[in-house]
């Protein structure tokens, strides 16, 4: 298993930082990692992911939504049965008014010795560049 996880510090309620995550509709308004994204939050739904790291690189998936814990956790989990998954989740913590977002990706299967360093660094880019564009959206 591999995980790559970073957090940012968002100073709204875990409600609004939960509306802004979750209207995909609008991600190609904000979001620099997820440039696109069609579905739904809800448990079960299959939806579409469409990202660009900071390196270029352009990739889509397709991946179900495993959680959709409104203001708490959103996970979706995409996989190449017996060769390799990535369960990418945000998880979301409020107190006293500011939200700390813990946005990670845990890779399992045969192929993730095959990450090299500079994909996890560009992979780990990408969110970092996320966060900082999430919390500039749900703060302005």
Known sequence: MKEI?????IAVSAQKV?????????????????REAKGEAK????????????????????????????GKE????GKVPGFLSGEHIF???EKNGVTLLVHREVFGGLLTSFFGKSLDEDVR?????????LKARAEG
Not at 5 to 9: D, F, G, H, L, S
């Open 18 to 34: 939960w509306q802004v995550l979750t209207d995909f509709s609008r991600y190609p308004e904000w979001n620099p990692f997820i």
């Open 125 to 133: 880019a990408g969110f970092e560049q996320m966060n900082r564009a």
């Open 5 to 9: 996880r970073t957090e940012v510090e």
């Open 43 to 70: 448990e079960g739904s299959k939806i579409e992911i469409r990202i660009t790291t900071p390196s270029g690189a352009r990739r889509t998936y397709e991946p179900r939504v495993t959680k959709a814990e409104p």
């Open 91 to 93: 998880a979301l913590e």
């Open 74 to 77: 959103l996970r979706w989990l």
